[in-house]
């Protein structure tokens, strides 16, 4: 069975940093494409970032650009995202996703955005940003 932890979450002043991490069982992260997703509260969930496995390819969300970095320790099996310069509107749940495929896969969200296909989810870790 496929688990995916998050942790890493917590209260972090505006400017501060922050570093999730994003462990698996019965997966092998580093032949998987993984993806950063959060949600605010009363908003959809939103991606974040991608990081392929094939060619080490990294994506992120123009919202994050230059202040976060995705990040894999394939010894650890685990992905990390490191947040810098957190603001408050980065308050949200963030949760990890992997998918099978290793490639950074864009598909259409419903809402008119893009997202990154994923098989396997997280429970998510809660980041709160006080102004």
């Known amino acids: 069975q496929v688990q995916l932890v998050e942790s890493g979450g917590g209260l972090v002043h505006s400017g501060g940093s922050l570093t999730l991490s994003c462990a698996a069982s019965?997966?092998?992260?580093?032949?998987?494409?993984i993806g950063w997703f959060r949600q605010a509260p009363g908003k959809e969930r939103k991606a974040v970032s991608c990081?392929?496995?094939?060619?080490?390819?990294?994506k992120y969300a123009d919202s994050v650009k230059g202040r976060f970095t995705v990040s894999r320790d394939n010894a650890k099996n685990t992905v990390y995202l490191q947040m810098n310069s957190l603001k408050p509107e980065d308050m949200a749940v963030y949760y990890c996703?992997?998918?099978?495929?290793?490639?950074?896969?864009?598909?259409?969200?419903?809402?008119?955005?893009?997202?990154?296909?994923?098989?396997?989810w997280g429970k998510g870790t809660l980041v709160t940003v006080s102004s």
């Open positions: 996703a992997a998918y099978q495929w290793g490639i950074c896969t864009v598909v259409a969200d419903g809402q008119g955005g893009y997202t990154y296909a994923m098989d396997y």
């Open positions: 019965g997966l092998t992260l580093e032949h998987s494409a």
């Open positions: 990081i392929g496995s094939s060619d080490g390819s990294t």
